[in-house]
């Protein structure tokens, strides 16, 4: 069971002080997003050189490091490099908190860094040491969020705690009151939505969360379409962020303009990694088939829905539990229930907080019916 769990520490990028160098690290953050990420380490790397106590650069490099390797290299040598690059990066961050007690700056970003530290740990299912990390960043980011209200991108990985706590996962649940928060779907989409709208850099992560959200925990189209149109427009050459522009549409009933979408990520497929495809072959797959269910073409969608749950391979079982469901949905419209409830079985066993497992419930009981 591979349950949703974010990346809650890379979205804290800076806060609202200017710095020298920041308009370099601006630019390696482009570049990563833009999946120039070979890029991005360079720029990141000159500006770690040339602009040493900038708060933001030293875990930015190590975040662009990471992207690059997610998207290249293996798991194994992905959170290898990682573990790293951070061991570098926390003890710098612990001298400029020395250094500069009174900016809170510098104690986001050495929080941020440990827990980041905690997702390697969680990758690897090392439950203390993830426990033991977690507890120390989120310590630190809470710290600053609690004394400087003002710093809007520390509310996002207090946010998307509260929130995912909120989902009755009794892990996360205790790990939240350790650190002192109620866990609250409320509260968390609160501050994720401040994050969006009022972080310097930590907009960029809120909003991916937040239109995952909308699209796959608490549906809400028009909300994940406010919020991916951002990231299409400002991230173009993003494979990921146009998938949740493209499924925001869809949802939304813009058809031509998704259509429109769809043919652009079409385009896009090719140019991505070998590891890249693996993740997104099914994703591309699953969104023609929504396109062509909700369109009415029932024939098209079980193509592409077939093709999605048979090649599956992203790590994230999220679109894969989609996939399921809406086989589910066209046997039914087929009149072929066994398969139907096959399909809804699959589904609900990923078990992964997805609006579809609650509906799948329902119509492996009750045939689907538009």
């Known amino acids: 069971m591979k349950h949703f769990i974010p990346i809650i520490f890379l979205g804290s990028l800076i806060a609202q002080t200017s710095y020298p160098g920041d308009d370099n690290v601006r630019q390696g953050v482009y570049a990563f997003y833009n999946y120039k990420t070979a890029e991005a380490i360079n720029i990141l790397q000159k500006a770690r050189e040339d602009y040493p106590e900038n708060p ?19 798991v194994e040598k ?18 400029l908190v020395h250094k500069f007690p009174d900016d809170p700056n510098y104690q986001l970003y ?55 706590a909120g989902l009755r996962n009794v892990v996360i649940q205790f790990a939240a009151r350790l650190f002192g928060l109620e866990p609250g779907k409320d509260v968390g989409v609160e501050k994720m939505e401040r994050a969006a ?46 998938i949740l522009y493209t499924e925001s549409l869809i949802r939304s009933g813009k058809m031509n303009s998704a259509l429109t979408s769809l043919n652009a990520l079409k385009k896009m497929f090719p140019d991505l990694t070998e590891i890249q495809k693996s993740w997104y072959y099914s994703y591309l797959q699953y969104e023609f088939a929504l396109y062509h269910f909700l369109n009415g073409d029932v024939d098209k969608a079980i193509i592409y829905v077939n093709e999605s749950v048979n090649k599956y391979g992203a790590e994230l079982d999220i679109i894969l539990a989609n996939a399921w469901f809406l086989k589910g949905q066209i046997h039914d419209l087929k009149q072929e229930r066994k398969v139907a409830v096959n399909a809804y079985k699959q589904c609900i066993e990923l078990d992964n907080y997805t609006f579809v497992i609650e509906n799948a419930k329902v119509y492996i009981k009750t045939p689907y019916h538009p």
């Open 56 to 74: 933001t650069v030293h875990l930015t490099w190590a975040a662009a490091h990471w992207v690059h390797n997610q998207a290249n290299s293996s």
């Open 78 to 95: 992905t959170y290898n490099d990682l573990e790293n690059d951070l061991n570098i990066v926390i003890p710098i961050y612990e001298k």
């Open 110 to 164: 050495y929080g941020s860094a440990k827990g980041l530290m905690a997702r390697i740990h969680l990758g690897k299912k090392e439950w203390i040491k993830t426990l033991e990390w977690a507890y120390k960043g989120f310590r630190t980011i809470q710290t600053v969020e609690n004394d400087h209200p003002e710093i809007a991108d520390a509310a996002l990985p207090m946010g998307i705690v509260e929130y995912y």
């Open 197 to 242: 709208a009022e972080g310097q850099w930590s907009w960029i992560e809120a909003k991916g969360i937040l239109s995952f959200v909308y699209l796959w925990v608490d549906l809400n189209p028009d909300l994940a379409l406010k919020h991916s149109s951002k990231l299409v427009e400002e991230f173009p050459k993003n494979f990921y962020f146009r």
